[in-house]
Structure formats: structure tokens, C-alpha cells
């Protein structure tokens, strides 16, 4: 059996599905602990990942310090988990201000539901789009139609509207611009 030179172990493979996986499902989760345990979880399965992408180690990436026929390591590898390392920590550090400044003010960590989201989505339940055009005073048109002919002001043609409707159409042009301050 031939393996290639870049396959990585299983078990690092399952290391980093594991941590990631485990990372996501504590996200998920209410309390704000337990979301920087898994942004913590992530960024590690991140770091693995990158490692394990960047093909089996070697000698320092630097020219004329290896040995000749002995290959190099991957420095993009290493850089980028260097900078991975960086944005999960400045990561944590914002989401365990934010659970400290939580418990300070309310004695723990758990965030609560968004009344003013609740109260939004209600609304938008309401006022859901109507399929129909109730103020219409003309029942035969549809709204489709009403769209193709209304009157666009890029428009450098005089035709206005198609179907005769110009003065209707003036009408509610001046009215509008009239409104404005």
C-alpha cells in the first residue's frame, strides 16, 4: 500500500472533528462560559487544522539552514497559526468581558431573550405581505401589471405610463415631491 507523503494521522483528524464539533455545540449553548469554552474549542481545531494542512515537519524554514536532499517545513502553516492564535485571543478576551460585565450587573452569565426581537417578529406577523392590492379602484389589473407601467424618472422618453394613466400618475408624482421637506 502506497501513502502519500501529506496524509495526516486519523487520529489527528478526529482530534480536530472532535474539537470542533464540540466547540459548536457549546456555542450553542446559553450561558456566556460556555460560549468562550467553545471559541476556545474552535480555535484550537482551527490551529490543529492548519498544522496538520501543512504536510509533515521538517527542518526551520529558513534558506541554507537544512541539510541538502532534507525537506523544509511549510512556514505559511506556521504563520497562520500564529494569527490564529491572535484573533482567538482577542476573542476570548472580549467574550469574557462581556460575561464579566453580565455578572456584575445581573449575577450571571446567561443571556436572556431579545423581548424587543420577540416583539418585532410578532409585529412582522401581523403586517405579513398582502397578496392582493386592496385599494385598487381597478379590480381587473394585476399588481404586475400596475409595476410594468409605472413611470421611471431615469427615463428620458415623454411616453409616461403606458395605458393612458399619465394624469392619475402626475397626480401622485407632484404629491410626493411635495411632501418632502
Do not use: C
Request: aromatic share 4%.
Amino acid at each position: 500500500m502506497i501513502v502519500l507523503e501529506n496524509t495526516p494521522p486519523a487520529i489527528l483528524v478526529l482530534a480536530i472533528g472532535v474539537l470542533f464539533a464540540t466547540g459548536v455545540y457549546l456555542l450553542l449553548e446559553r450561558p456566556l462560559t460556555r460560549v468562550l469554552l467553545g471559541f476556545v474549542l474552535i480555535g484550537n481545531g482551527v490551529n490543529l487544522m492548519l498544522l496538520v494542512m501543512g504536510g509533515r515537519s521538517g527542518a526551520s524554514p529558513i534558506i541554507g539552514n537544512a541539510p541538502d536532499g532534507v525537506r523544509m517545513s511549510d512556514p505559511l502553516a506556521q504563520a497562520m497559526v500564529l494569527t490564529s492564535i491572535v484573533i482567538t485571543l482577542a476573542l476570548t478576551a472580549f467574550v469574557l468581558a462581556m460575561a464579566y460585565r453580565s455578572w456584575q450587573l445581573h449575577g450571571h452569565d446567561e443571556v436572556a431573550d431579545d423581548v424587543e426581537d420577540r416583539r418585532v417578529a410578532r409585529h412582522a406577523a401581523l403586517n405579513a405581505p398582502a397578496f392582493e392590492d386592496a385599494d385598487d379602484t381597478e379590480p381587473d389589473r394585476t399588481l404586475d401589471e400596475e409595476a410594468a407601467d409605472v413611470y421611471d424618472d431615469v427615463d428620458d422618453s415623454d411616453d409616461g405610463p403606458a395605458d393612458g394613466h399619465a394624469d392619475r400618475h402626475a397626480d401622485r408624482h407632484a404629491d410626493r415631491h411635495k411632501e418632502r421637506p
